[in-house]
Every structure is written in C-alpha cells, then in structure tokens.
C-alpha cells in the first residue's frame, strides 16, 4: 500500500511541489489535495491580466481537471480544512471530509490585509488576492464609477492600472510620500507616478484612511455599500470600490490551531520540515530563517527541495534567496536589486536621462556593486545583479558602468527596451527567435523561469547575448516573477555552482566524475549534456597526469575532430603554424581534395585552409594524406587553442618593427593542443598598425619599437570586445611566460564555456594583473604548470584515428532494407 500525502492548498506553491514529485517518483505516494477556492490550479501572478481584460480565467489554469485524474491525484475543490489530528494524522474539511496522511504539506498561503478601519466591512470592499476579488472588482466596474486603492505597492498600481482599463476613475492612496517603496528610490518612485498619472490614474500620497463611509441606501433591504473615504485630515473622496492592496499575511491560522509552531509564518527548516518532521509546509505561508516569501521563483525553489525531501533522495536544501526583482507595473519597466537605498559609507552612481524616462542607479561600496534601481531602461539589470551576486571589482570599469554592458563591447542587445518591441522582432539571433514566439511560450506553456524559455524556445540558450531581453519579456509577461539563488548551480543535476565544484575536485582530491558525484551528491546518476562536459574538462585541467579524458563527455565536434556542417558532412582544418605554408603543404591539400572529391576549399579568417564538405567515413583518410605532407589537427573544432594568428612583420613589411610570424609560430608551437573553457585565439602585429588584429582576441601582441605589448581578453563574433593592456614586455622569452601564464590563470579559474571576455569582466583586469604582473613567483608557478599539462595534452588526434583509435566512430551505419 502507497503511503498516503495530502496537500493542503491548492496553489501555485503546493501545486508545483507535486509536479516536482512526479517528475522524480511517479506514484510514490497516494495524494489528496484540499483547496478552498472552487478551482483548479490557477496562476496568481496573472491575476492583473484578467482584471485589465488582457487575459480570461481560463488562459491562466496552470493544471485543468485532467492534469490531476492522469496523475492519479484527488482534488478536492471547494473544501476549507479546519482542523488537523496530528496523533491520529487525521486532516477534516469544514463540509466533514475527512483524510488520513502519512506525509502532510502546508501550503495555505496567505491573505491580505485589511485596515482595521471603520467601515472596512462595507459592500465593495474588497482585498486583492484570488480569482474571486477580481471578479467583485469587475462587477462593481460594470455598476459604478469610483474606485479607490488604498496601497501604493505593487499590488495596488496593478489593481489601479486594471480598474482603470475598465472604465473607473481611479484613486491610489498611499500612506507615504512615494509609490513602491520597497523596490524603488524616490526619484525612480516620481518617474513611475509621472508615468501613471499621464494614464489618468490619480494619486493622494501621505493620506492616512480614518473611515469607510457607507453610501445612501436606495432600499432598505440593500446591505449597506461603500460610498467615500474620509481621511485623517478630514477630507473625503467618493469611492464606490475600495480595493486594500497594503500588504499579505501569511495564513498559519490552521496551523497554530493544531500546534505547529509558528512566528510570522510557519517555520521551516531547510528540508522544509516544520517541527513535525511528518509535516511540510512551502508558499507564502512559510518563515525560514527569519524571512517570509511573496515571489514566484524562491517559492519553487521551496518545492523542489519539499519534492526531493518526500521522495527520499535525502539532498537538496533550501537556503534562501537574494532579492533581484524585475517588475511590470503597467508596462513600464522596472528592475531592483540588493540595497538599493544605500546610506552611510555608501556611494551612489546615477544616470538620468529625463527626456527618454530613464532612471538608473547603482549603490557601490569599495568598488563592489551592493544593490541598483532601473526604470525604463532594465536590459542590464541582469548584468548588474551578476556583478552583486559574483562581488565583482568595478574599479576598471567604473567610468563606464553606468551605460551598461553595450559599453564593455558587448554588441547583442543595444539598450533595447522589450515593451517597445513589435511581436516579430527579432530576440535571440543565434536561434532565430522572435518576442512572440517567447511571450507565446510563457503564455502557452506555463513558464515561469529563464531555464524553462530557453528549454521550450532555444532564445539565450546559445551565445546568451540576449539573456537580458528575454528576463524582460519573462518578467513583462509574468510580472515580479523572480528571485535568484544566492549561488547559481552549474545544471539541474547539482545545487553547486561551477566554482564550488571545481574547487572540490582539487580540495578533495576527486579525480573521476562518478567521485564528483558521490561527494557533491548528484541529483543525477549520471549527470547530463550540460555538467558532464563541464566536468570533464575541470577534471582535465586539475589532473592532466591522473585522469582520463572522457570522449562521450564532449560535443559532437571534439568526439570526431572535426566540425559537423549542416549537410551531415565534415570540415577539416590543417594546422598551419602561425599562418603559414608551404607550396607541398599546399600541394597536399590540394590532392586531399581532388583526391576525396571535397567540394569547397576556402581561406579562413584565421589563416588556415578549410575543407569543407568531408564524408565522415574519410576522414581518417583525409587526416592520414595530411599528416603525411607533416600537417597536424588545426582544432578548429574544440575548446581549446584555435590559431595563432600574425602579420609578415619586419622580415618583409616596411613597417614592421619585431618578427611577428616567429613569435607567432613559436606561441603556437608551445601552445596547441591545449584545452581550454572555450576556444582561446590569439594573434601577433608586427606593429601598431595591427595587421593581424591582435586586439579582438584572448592574448594578443603588437610589436613595437621597444618591445611587446601584451593585450588579453578581446574577441570578435557575436559579442566583439577589444582586449585590455596587460602589460608591456622587453623579449620574447617574457611574452611566452606570460602567455602560458595568463592561459593558465584562464584554464584554472574560468567556468566552462565562458570566453576570455566575461571572465575578466567578472573577476577584472585588476585582479588578472595582480596574478600574472604583480606575483613574479605565481607567474612563473603557473606557466610552469601550463607547461606540464601540456606534456600529455601535446598529441595529434588525427594521427592516433589514421592508426585506428576509436575507428567505430567513422564507419558508416548500414543502410536498412
């Protein structure tokens, strides 16, 4: 016999905790679910589309009838339960249904409270909550004319923005002299009431509510109703509504009642236990560590753990959230995160652009981002609060903070905002996603985090230029949708972030990935395609000597050596050092291609010769033809160095001042067959002129008069980003310590994917200098150890396929009859 859960409330909290358990253990256990309210699971958060008219009841059902009768749920709509037995585990409904449990959850949520005001209980009072406020909204829009919202917050402008659609004449009253004061400045607070009045919606701010005044019966028999608001100072305005949107209260009343020991809310531990290790409790309703919860994301992320809990996977905790909120209020965009408000010991950095309606701050505290404030313009908002979250030095960046990440070269989004976009603009560029392809998906498929729009559409999944503009649509189509982790996991798999674990593997001496697993308790078995070639490389780089590379841990490009195209067929790229060839090289490739009928030969942007159009069954051929004229693997298609780019230099051009092309070739030389987080390019100028655009890649050298100067952390592409000046150099010897040291830094402390130019924005060039400039010693530590890995890291892989190695990979499938 299953053991028996039963859930009590059936919203979006308690709800996801079930979806979250049947992800992970199907029927493990025989479920009930009591909701008060006569509906399904509904969408909370939307409930201000419907009030507006944009959207029905129906478009926001998170799970219909069907969802709960396939997963062999009961739901029983409808029915309050007013006590709890927790000797005999006994749950009673006020219409007398009873239930037993094995496993209990507390999901009950919260209420909104009401001034205890005179008046308060008048006809057309009403709090914001549930499907069933709104719709007393939308009744009294129908028969009467004034509306009065009584809460500057959130909550209240939404209700203002809605009941204005419908036709009232709304008042906002606020008890302090500025709108949303827990999410905004007061000058971003005067922007917002700006806006909103230019909608028709009024404002009477530092008014404190004395009564509800009832209006004039028509018939006796009429319960009375709302007819004005009179105020401390005695003035009184006509309110046929009056909406309370003041704030919520966790709802612990049933569990008080049944001894449960409560605070504020319902305290949990990070399992999410009360103290009745039987009963759970997850939502608003819930007190952990001291905070209380009115987000969507750190709700599920309560669920998640609660689900992991039930179903005995014994991992997984809750550790609270860091605040980072993106809000819709009426369409404007808002964003705030961390200390927004400052103070003593504090400085604040401010742009304000009057005329566009754009308001940005940033609270910064030696040189560390401590919390910001945007309004009309939140595309960096996520820039921001990653340089909160990671505690980044802004030191080197600080004169240009203000306008953005477009202004550390980051090309991808511009400064656009998402609420004046049409429908078929154009998101993610990388998957060809358009805005109504995202909005549509949110809507369609109930999303409600950036992981699942990237699941369900692809848009950021891919260079994550345009992350900023999707959080927007997310947040403009959800509304205060989101909370963050204080620490990122690296997937689903882990709640470690991609630091924590790499950190492990070398502390605790981990050196396979299933000793990963078992000591940072993997969620997963066997990991996934995001942690496992992530892993694989930590591994690689922390004991070049003691692990095995894992190929069925690496992207389709790496396992075959070369590079996948559309058609199914392959490119080849030879290694030509430093860009350069001889006339038998050449020679050789042109046979290759005569030889194996290639059909496209083409220059590269990196010097190098590309065969386009490779069966995959020749390319062991192809790869044995080019290893005889004494060519090797290019590794055009890893993680890992690409080209050593270079100019003539002063062997032929009249300009040159150092010998380029050697220094390139002898960078190359020491360098290739490295693996890196991600592809790592580099060039050698022969003079300031620049020839081989050393400043557009991740270690660049422009000869000069006096020596080298050493550029890091450029790249072009998608996100084109100029590289930093690291340093000047005298010799030669000293660029190559410095460039095996700087890849070395990168290979160690980067994550995994993440090129040369986020990194140093992440950690700064401060930092990096101090590394590889400043610690003489650490420098060379580090080159030498650069120098070491690359003793096993040093061999041909075209050569070891010519001589067999996994040549199962190359055959071709045999065709079906």
Same mark, same amino acid.
């Given at each position: 016999?299953?053991?028996?859960? /039963? ?40 409930? =201000? ?23 062999? /749920? ?42 205890? #005001? ?16 709104? =719709? ?29 659609? @419908? ?31 230019d909608t028709g919606v009024n ?80 939502? *608003? ?8 919860f009115g987000l969507v994301a ?95 030095? /802004? ?182 050092w430093g860009g350069l060839t ?15 009928? /290639? ?8 010097? @190098? ?41 002063? *062997? ?32 050698? =100028? ?19 008069? =006096?020596?080298?100067?050493?550029? #890091? ?7 084109? @980003? ?14 190559? *310590? ?38 003489? *010693? ?40």
């Open positions: 016999m299953k053991p028996k859960l /039963i859930l009590i409330g059936n919203g979006m909290a308690g709800v996801r905790t079930l979806e979250e358990l049947q992800k992970i253990a199907p029927g493990k256990y025989e479920t009930t679910v009591f909701g008060a309210e006569p509906h399904v699971n509904y969408n909370r958060i939307l409930l =201000s589309p419907v009030l507006a008219g944009e959207k029905t009841f129906d478009e926001i059902v998170i799970n219909d009838r069907s969802w709960y009768d396939d997963n062999e /749920i009961t739901l029983h709509t409808g029915r309050k339960v007013v006590s709890i037995d927790r000797k005999h585990r006994v749950v009673l409904a006020e219409d007398g249904t009873e239930a037993s449990y094995d496993r209990l959850i507390l999901a009950t949520g919260s209420q909104p409270f009401i001034l205890p #005001v005179p008046g308060k209980e008048l006809e057309g009072v009403v709090g914001f909550r549930d499907i069933h406020d709104v =719709s007393r909204m939308l009744d009294a829009s129908q028969k009467h004319k004034h509306a009065v919202v009584i809460g500057g917050g959130l909550l209240g402008l939404e209700a203002a923005n809605g009941l204005l659609k @419908r036709g009232m004449h709304v008042t906002v009253v606020h008890l302090l002299d500025t709108l949303m004061e827990r999410q905004l400045d007061k000058p971003a607070a005067a922007l917002l009431r700006r806006s909103l009045e404002f009477l701010l530092e008014a404190q509510t004395e009564a509800i005044l009832p209006a004039p019966r028509a018939l006796a028999e009429e319960p009375p109703r709302v007819g004005s608001i009179r105020f401390k100072n005695g003035t009184e305005i006509p309110a046929d509504l009056v909406v309370m949107a003041v704030g919520i209260r966790p709802n612990i009343e049933l569990a008080k009642s049944c001894g449960i020991h409560c605070e504020r809310g319902i305290v949990v531990s990070d399992t999410l236990q009360t103290y009745d290790p039987r009963v759970y409790s997850v939502g *608003e309703c819930v007190q952990h560590r001291g905070n209380l750190p709700l599920f992320e309560q669920a998640k753990v609660c689900a992991n809990h039930l179903a005995e996977y014994g991992i997984g905790r809750y550790q609270g959230s860091v605040t980072s909120t993106k809000l819709k209020v009426t369409g404007i965009d808002l964003f705030s995160a961390g200390d927004y408000l400052g103070g003593n010991g504090y400085e604040e950095l401010v742009f304000q652009d009057p005329t566009r309606g754009v308001y940005k701050k940033l609270v910064v505290k030696d040189n560390k981002v401590k919390g910001a404030v945007l309004y009309g313009d939140t595309v960096d908002g996520s820039w921001y609060f990653q340089l909160m979250r990671e505690n980044t030095d /802004i030191a080197d960046f600080r004169e240009t903070v203000m306008f953005g990440r477009a202004h550390m070269a980051d090309s991808g989004r511009e400064g656009q905002s998402v609420m004046g976009m049409s429908a078929d603009a154009e998101i993610c560029g990388c998957n060809g996603v358009c805005k109504k392809t995202i909005v549509d998906a949110i809507v369609g498929k109930k999303l409600f985090t950036l992981d699942e729009v990237r699941a369900h559409t692809k848009a950021s999944a891919s260079c994550g230029s345009c992350t900023g503009l999707v959080e927007q649509i997310l947040a403009a189509t959800v509304g205060n949708y989101d909370q963050t982790p204080k620490e990122k996991p690296m997937c689903k798999c882990t709640e470690h972030a991609h630091d924590t674990v790499r950190a492990a593997i070398v502390e605790q001496g981990l050196k396979t990935m299933d000793a990963v697993f078992k000591a940072l308790e993997w969620k997963t078995a066997d990991g996934c395609h995001s942690c496992r070639p992530a892993l694989n490389y930590y591994l690689l780089c922390a004991w070049p000597d003691g692990y095995k590379d894992d190929p069925q841990s690496r992207f389709i490009n790496e396992r075959v050596h070369a590079n996948i195209q559309k058609d199914g067929t392959y490119s080849v790229v030879p290694r030509m001889t006339p038998n090289e050449l020679r050789a490739i042109a046979d290759v291609a005569d030889k194996f009928k /290639i059909p496209t030969v083409k220059v590269t942007g990196g010097q @190098r010769i590309d065969l386009l159009g490779v069966k995959k069954e020749d390319l062991p051929k192809v790869w044995g033809d080019l290893n005889a004229a004494g060519m090797v693997s290019g590794h055009a298609y890893g993680k890992s160095l690409r080209t050593v780019k270079t100019c003539v230099g002063s *062997e032929w051009c009249r300009f040159g001042t150092q010998d380029s092309t050697g220094l390139g070739v002898k960078l190359e030389k020491i360098t290739w067959g490295s693996w890196t987080p991600h592809k790592f390019k580099m060039a050698v =100028s022969g003079c300031p002129r620049n020839c081989a655009e050393a400043t557009i890649k991740d270690f660049g050298v422009i000869c000069v008069d =006096s020596g080298y100067e050493v550029h #890091v952390g450029g790249n072009g592409g998608i996100k084109i @980003r100029g590289t930093d000046l690291l340093c000047k150099l005298g010799t030669e010897d000293e660029v190559k *310590e410095y460039c095996g040291a700087f890849m070395q830094l990168y290979r160690e402390e980067a994550r995994y994917l993440e090129r040369t130019a986020p990194w140093i924005e992440r950690v700064g060039l401060t930092y990096v200098k101090s590394r590889i400039v400043e610690d003489e *010693e650490g420098r060379k530590v580090l080159n030498e150890r650069f120098l070491v890995s690359q003793q096993t890291a040093q061999v041909d892989p075209w050569a070891e396929r010519v001589q067999g190695k996994e040549q199962e990979l190359f055959q071709p499938l045999r065709a079906l009859a």
